[in-house]
C-alpha cells in the first residue's frame, strides 16, 4: 500500500506501521491521541466521524480522549477496524483526505511540532525476567555458573511489581538516586548517591480490552485478545541500592527512580509479519502456560550512549526474538491466581541480551560487573554510567514488503540532589 504521505524508505512510521500516540503543542496544552504516518502525524479527533464500521460507529468518542485506554478497551475486531480506516484515508487511491485543502491541512501535524506525551494512563505496571541469556549471565556473576538461573526459573515467567507513577515518556531526565548501599562486606551500609547506574534495554506490552474481573485467570488461549501493542523500554537500575536491599523481597528503590517509554506505540497487528518461532522451552510449561503457535517478534534493537561532548557510541545490538517467554505466557502468569487486570497495564519484558557480548542489554553485562570496561568513541570508558550520560534505544522490523520502526526511547542521566 502507497500512502500519499511520503517518506523515505528508512522511515519508521510507514502506512504499515501505524502506531498510535498522544501529544500536545505549545498552542494547545489539552492532549490528543494521533497517528504516526512519515514525519506527520494525522489527528484522530479530526477524523473521528470517518470510523464507521460495524464496531466504531458507536464508539467514535475513543478518538477524542486525551488518553488511549478508551479505545484500547475495546475488542480486537475495533483494533483491526480502525488501522483498516486510517490506511485506507491515508492511501494515494483514496482522496478524501489528500484532496481536502482545508481538512488536510486541520488533521496533520508535524512532529517537529508535537510534544510527546506518556499516551496511556497506566494503571499498574508489572517487569518480568524473561531473557534467558540475560539471567544466565547475571546468575553467573552472582552465584556462579553451575548455579546461575534459580530454580523457578524456566518453569514461570518471573516478574515484579514496578511503579506506574515513575513511568516517563522519552526525552525525561532521570535523576541519579540516593539510597543505601553497602561499600564492604561485613560492614553497614551507607547512604548516599548509587555509584554504579544502569539502563536496562527492554520492551513492553499494554493490555488492551475490556477489564478483567478479580478472580477470573486470563486463559492462555485468549491471551493475544488482551495485548494492544508494544513500546521500547528502559528500566533505569541502580544496581549498588539493588544488591543491598532486593533480599528477600525483590528491587524496590532501586528500581522506582524512573522508567522511560518510547512515545508511539506499535500495534500487535503491525508486527504480524514479523513473528518468528518462539524460543525452545524445556521443560514443556504447564498447560496454563503453554501455546503452540508462534508469538515471538524479530524486532531488531540498538543501544547508543552519548556522552555529554554529543558524542555516541553504539553499546548494543540485540533483537526482541531472544526472549524465552512469550507476552502471552507472561499474561497468562500474571493473572494465574485470579489478578485482575485493565486496558492501560504496562508489562516489561525485563532486559533483553542476546548469547554474544556485543547484544547484552545493560551495563552490568557489557561490562561484565565492572572488571571489563567499554570504550567509547569520545576516548573515554564506561563501567556504569556517569552523569550527563544520555541512553538512547532504538527498535525496527524489517521485511522485503516494509520496515516497523519504534522511534526512540531516550533519556539522559543528571546528578543526585544536593
Known amino acids: 500500500m502507497d500512502s500519499?504521505?511520503?517518506?523515505?524508505?528508512?522511515?519508521?512510521?510507514?502506512?504499515?506501521?501505524l502506531p498510535y500516540g498522544v501529544f500536545t503543542t505549545k498552542d494547545d496544552s489539552t492532549p490528543q491521541i494521533g497517528v504516526a504516518i512519515g514525519d506527520e502525524i494525522l489527528k484522530l479527533k479530526e477524523i473521528a466521524n470517518f470510523f464507521k464500521g460495524p464496531e466504531l460507529a458507536l464508539h467514535q468518542n475513543v478518538f477524542t480522549?486525551?488518553?488511549?485506554?478508551?479505545?484500547?478497551?475495546?475488542?480486537?475486531?475495533?483494533?483491526?477496524?480502525?488501522?483498516?480506516?486510517?490506511?485506507?484515508?491515508?492511501?494515494?487511491?483514496?482522496t478524501t483526505l489528500q484532496n481536502d485543502p482545508v481538512l488536510r491541512r486541520r488533521a496533520f501535524i508535524l512532529q517537529t511540532e508535537a510534544i510527546m506525551e506518556v499516551p496511556v494512563d497506566i494503571i499498574d505496571y508489572t517487569d518480568f525476567y524473561s531473557s534467558i541469556h540475560h539471567a544466565t549471565n547475571v546468575g553467573t556473576m552472582f552465584r556462579g555458573k553451575d548455579n546461575a538461573l534459580p530454580a523457578n526459573w524456566k518453569y514461570i515467567p518471573i516478574g515484579y511489581h514496578g511503579r506506574a507513577s515513575s513511568v516517563v515518556i522519552s526525552g525525561t531526565p532521570i535523576r541519579r538516586p540516593k539510597g543505601q548501599t553497602i561499600l564492604n562486606e561485613n560492614e553497614p551500609p551507607v547512604y548516599g548517591p548509587c555509584k554504579l547506574m544502569d539502563f536496562e534495554l527492554e520492551m513492553a506490552f499494554f493490555v488492551?480490552?475490556?477489564?478483567?474481573?478479580?478472580?477470573?485467570?486470563?486463559?492462555?488461549?485468549?491471551?493475544?485478545?488482551?495485548?494492544?501493542?508494544?513500546?521500547?523500554?528502559?528500566?533505569?537500575?541502580?544496581?549498588?541500592?539493588?544488591?543491598?536491599?532486593?533480599?528477600?523481597?525483590?528491587?524496590?528503590?532501586?528500581?522506582?527512580?524512573?522508567?522511560?517509554?518510547?512515545?508511539?506505540?506499535?500495534?500487535?497487528?503491525?508486527?504480524?509479519?514479523?513473528?518468528?518461532?518462539?524460543?525452545?522451552?524445556?521443560?514443556?510449561?504447564?498447560?496454563?502456560?503453554?501455546?503452540?503457535?508462534?508469538?515471538?517478534?524479530?524486532?531488531?534493537?540498538?543501544?547508543?550512549?552519548?556522552?555529554?561532548?554529543?558524542?555516541?557510541?553504539?553499546?548494543?545490538?540485540?533483537?526482541?526474538?531472544?526472549?524465552?517467554?512469550?507476552?502471552?505466557?507472561?499474561?497468562?502468569?500474571?493473572?494465574?491466581?485470579?489478578?485482575?487486570?485493565?486496558?492501560?497495564?504496562?508489562?516489561?519484558?525485563?532486559?533483553?541480551?542476546?548469547?554474544?557480548?556485543?547484544?547484552?542489554?545493560?551495563?552490568?553485562?557489557?561490562?561484565?560487573?565492572?572488571?571489563?570496561?567499554?570504550?567509547?568513541?569520545?576516548?573515554?570508558?564506561?563501567?556504569?554510567?556517569?552523569?550527563?550520560?544520555?541512553?538512547?534505544?532504538?527498535?525496527?522490523?524489517?521485511?522485503s514488503n516494509s520496515r516497523i520502526g519504534f522511534g526512540k526511547c531516550a533519556g539522559k542521566l543528571i546528578p543526585a540532589l544536593n
Open 4 to 17: 500519499f504521505i511520503k517518506y523515505s524508505s528508512d522511515c519508521d512510521f510507514t502506512i504499515e506501521n
Open 65 to 94: 480522549e486525551t488518553k488511549l485506554n478508551a479505545f484500547m478497551s475495546l475488542k480486537p475486531a475495533a483494533w483491526r477496524e480502525a488501522r483498516e480506516t486510517i490506511q485506507s484515508l491515508l492511501s494515494t487511491s483514496n
Open 208 to 399: 488492551g480490552g475490556p477489564k478483567t474481573n478479580l478472580g477470573e485467570p486470563i486463559n492462555i488461549r485468549t491471551a493475544e485478545d488482551h495485548i494492544f501493542g508494544m513500546v521500547l523500554m528502559n528500566d533505569w537500575s541502580a544496581r549498588d541500592i539493588q544488591k543491598w536491599e532486593y533480599i528477600p523481597l525483590g528491587p524496590f528503590t532501586s528500581k522506582n527512580l524512573g522508567t522511560t517509554i518510547s512515545p508511539w506505540i506499535v500495534t500487535m497487528l503491525a508486527l504480524e509479519p514479523f513473528k518468528v518461532a518462539n524460543t525452545p522451552q524445556d521443560p514443556k510449561p504447564f498447560p496454563y502456560l503453554y501455546h503452540g503457535d508462534d508469538y515471538n517478534f524479530d524486532i531488531k534493537l540498538q543501544v547508543d550512549l552519548k556522552t555529554e561532548n554529543k558524542i555516541s557510541t553504539v553499546i548494543s545490538n540485540s533483537n526482541y526474538k531472544y526472549q524465552y517467554w512469550t507476552q502471552k505466557q507472561q499474561l497468562a502468569q500474571q493473572t494465574v491466581t485470579g489478578c485482575n487486570v485493565k486496558p492501560g497495564d504496562l508489562m516489561g519484558s525485563g532486559t533483553i541480551s542476546g548469547e554474544a557480548p556485543t547484544s547484552f542489554g545493560s551495563m552490568l553485562e557489557l561490562s561484565w560487573k565492572g572488571s571489563k570496561p567499554i570504550k567509547l568513541n569520545d576516548g573515554t570508558t564506561r563501567k556504569f554510567l556517569l552523569d550527563g550520560d544520555e541512553i538512547i534505544i532504538s527498535g525496527y522490523c524489517q521485511n
